[in-house]
């Protein structure tokens, strides 16, 4: 149960890469943040919710232990601090901060699969799913556990690889690493306390957890409209991303052709809109969906 009567908690990272997207999902999903002298505690104004702004590590304890009743938070983070005893509830995938924790070496060490390692030293922030990794692989290594500059350890002499979280790949590029298995794929996840608010906040808690989805799964949906040849009607409908059934509408005046709308669900990318031109789309507009609830 949450430590302040009344109030809602969601833990969110302080400052770091969820850090703005988090404040933003919270705003999107109705939520006026007031960023008062508290650093560590932003108000929300419009609902009794507090927004509790910690390092990443603490949210998952946090949650579990009924200190906040929500969180948002990698699932890297949420997985290395498991084994810890944690029990966090993963209400959704959010949709951002994706990164993949991968194991890296220098080109001067010959790979030729993770047995390679056998015997050698990898240095990581995440010796747990590291060393579960190399359990399910049979490949006994040491494991250097650092805390940040984890890319720098082979030049340094202090590991003959690493395992670190890469995302555009820069930062491995940058020491000359080369990515060589994904060890854990991560996004950032909203979790919840398994122990529940009190119970006069149950309805806030569900009402924001149902904001929040809509949120996300509004994230890259589209509103396309388009006329089309009634004979490829059924050819566009399959190229349309996640449209299910679209609504057609007669155009006046012609009867080979129809107006197409849909709610596409997934990214409309170009490639899309070729395809569907190809297929004989015509007036074809796409426009962004604020909220789906
Ligand atoms: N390069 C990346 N691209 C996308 N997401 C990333 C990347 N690196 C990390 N993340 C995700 O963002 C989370 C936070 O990363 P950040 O580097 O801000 O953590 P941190 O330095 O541990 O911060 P804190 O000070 O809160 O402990 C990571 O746990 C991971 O889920
Ligand atoms: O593949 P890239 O796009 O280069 O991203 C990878 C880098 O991002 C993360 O660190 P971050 O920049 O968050 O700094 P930190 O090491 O201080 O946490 C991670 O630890 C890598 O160093
Ligand atoms: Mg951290």
């Given at each position: 149960m949450s430590t302040?009567?009344?109030?809602?908690?969601?833990?969110?990272?302080?400052?770091?890469?969820?850090?703005?997207?988090?404040?933003?999902?919270?705003?999107?999903?109705?939520?006026?943040?007031?960023?008062?002298?508290?650093?560590?505690?932003?108000?929300?104004?419009?609902?009794?919710?507090?927004?509790?702004?910690?390092?990443?590590?603490?949210?998952?304890?946090?949650?579990?232990?009924?200190?906040?009743?929500?969180?948002?938070?990698?699932?890297?983070?949420?997985?290395?601090?498991?084994?810890?005893?944690t029990n966090a509830e993963v209400v959704m995938p959010l949709g951002f901060g994706r990164c993949t924790l991968k194991l890296a070496v220098p080109p001067t060490l010959d790979y030729a699969g993770p047995a390679s390692l056998d015997g050698k030293r990898i240095a990581t922030s995440?010796?747990?799913?590291?060393?579960?990794?190399?359990?399910?692989?049979?490949?006994?290594?040491?494991?250097?556990?650092?805390?940040?500059?984890?890319?720098?350890?082979?030049?340094?002499k202090l590991a003959s690889a690493i395992c670190d979280l890469v995302s555009t790949g820069a930062t491995l590029e940058a020491n000359g690493l080369d990515a060589k298995e994904t060890v854990f794929e991560s996004q950032a996840v909203l979790i919840r306390s398994p122990s529940g608010p009190e119970p006069a906040l149950a309805h806030l808690l569900e009402s924001i957890v149902e904001r929040i989805s809509g949120v996300v799964s509004s994230q890259g949906a589209k509103y396309v409209m388009l006329n089309a040849p009634r004979s490829a009607l059924d050819q566009i409908t399959a190229i349309l991303p996640g449209a299910g059934s679209p609504t057609v509408m007669p155009?006046?005046?012609?009867?080979?052709?129809?107006?197409?709308?849909?709610?596409c669900q997934e990214a409309v990318f170009w490639e899309t809109l070729e395809k569907l031109k190809a297929a004989g789309a015509s007036a074809i507009l796409v426009l962004p969906i604020e909220k789906m609830m």
């Open positions: 302040v009567q009344g109030r809602l908690r969601i833990a969110v990272q302080k400052s770091g890469r969820l850090a703005d997207r988090s404040l933003d999902l919270v705003r999107d999903a109705g939520l006026r943040v007031i960023k008062g002298n508290n650093d560590l505690l932003y108000r929300v104004e419009n609902y009794p919710i507090d927004l509790l702004r910690v390092r990443d590590d603490d949210i998952p304890t946090f949650v579990a232990d009924g200190v906040c009743d929500l969180g948002i938070v990698g699932e890297n983070v949420l997985e290395e601090g498991k084994n810890g005893g995440y010796p747990r799913i590291l060393r579960r990794y190399l359990d399910q692989q049979g490949v006994a290594a040491d494991i250097v556990v650092m805390r940040g500059a984890v890319e720098v350890a082979p030049r340094l155009l006046m005046g012609r009867d080979d052709a129809v107006a197409v709308h849909a709610v």
